[in-house]
């Protein structure tokens, strides 16, 4: 596989479920990303990693929880989300945190809190 | 605060010409990106501006003004394919970027 893959593409939960969200690069890069995309609002940055590393946590809800074992995976794990979760959960890579780097996206896993 | 404003929407017939504008008011400046979404998939990378003028990519163009805090992304010779969402974003004093809401595309036959 080639770029940047996501799994579940859709996922549909309860709030007291827990899950997990899963990206994959493929890309060599170093840093990752996660958004959070609602309709007709900009692009929401939640989390960066840099060498695996967490630098950037951008005020998210501790119901929001980010894991990145190595340069190429990153996950969201979940748990008792609300309602107004619901939205496109998008990853990104680029080359490193830091200076001019395109950011590459993955599909993105549409999530819907009931 | 920093703002990036788009156009919600725009409609443009197949085969025409459409410029979707991005104005930026942002915590320095280091490049402005233009990307393209399909619905249901990935942002693409279309372009990255850092110095003023037009930068031409096949039949899409961005161009900059630094000085306007202003954008545009020119594309040539519309076609079906070319309905998507286009997003415009701005490299910050901290690299990080700042997105616009995006500017839904809808081509018409």
């Known amino acids: 596989e080639t770029g940047v893959t996501q799994t579940p593409r859709h996922l549909v939960m309860g709030m007291t479920n827990k899950k997990s969200l899963k990206c994959e690069q493929h890309?060599?890069?170093?840093?990752m990303y996660w958004y959070k995309q609602s309709a007709k609002k900009p692009l929401e940055l939640m989390f960066v990693y840099n060498f695996k590393e967490q630098t950037e946590n951008n005020s998210v809800p501790s119901r929001f929880s980010p894991e990145c074992p190595n340069s190429s995976h990153l996950f969201l794990h979940l748990h008792t989300l609300q309602p107004e979760d619901s939205a496109l959960y998008l990853c990104?890579?680029?080359?490193?945190?830091?200076?001019?780097?395109?950011?590459?996206f993955g599909p993105g896993t549409r999530l819907t809190v009931l | 605060g920093q703002n990036i404003d788009q156009p919600t929407e725009m409609t443009a017939t197949e085969g025409a010409i459409v410029q979707i504008n991005c104005t930026y008011q942002t915590s320095g400046f280091n490049g402005l990106f233009w990307y393209q979404q399909h619905a249901g998939e990935a942002p693409t990378f279309l372009s990255y501006n850092v110095l003023d003028g037009l930068e031409e990519k096949g039949r899409f163009s961005s161009f900059l003004s630094r000085s306007k805090g202003y954008s545009y992304l020119l594309l040539k010779e519309l076609q079906m394919k070319d309905s998507a969402s286009y997003l415009c974003a701005v490299s910050d004093s901290n690299y990080q970027l700042i997105w616009g809401a995006g500017t839904k595309l809808i081509i018409k036959p």
């Open positions: 990104a890579s680029s080359q490193e945190r830091g200076g001019i780097d395109t950011q590459y």
């Open positions: 890309l060599g890069h170093n840093a």
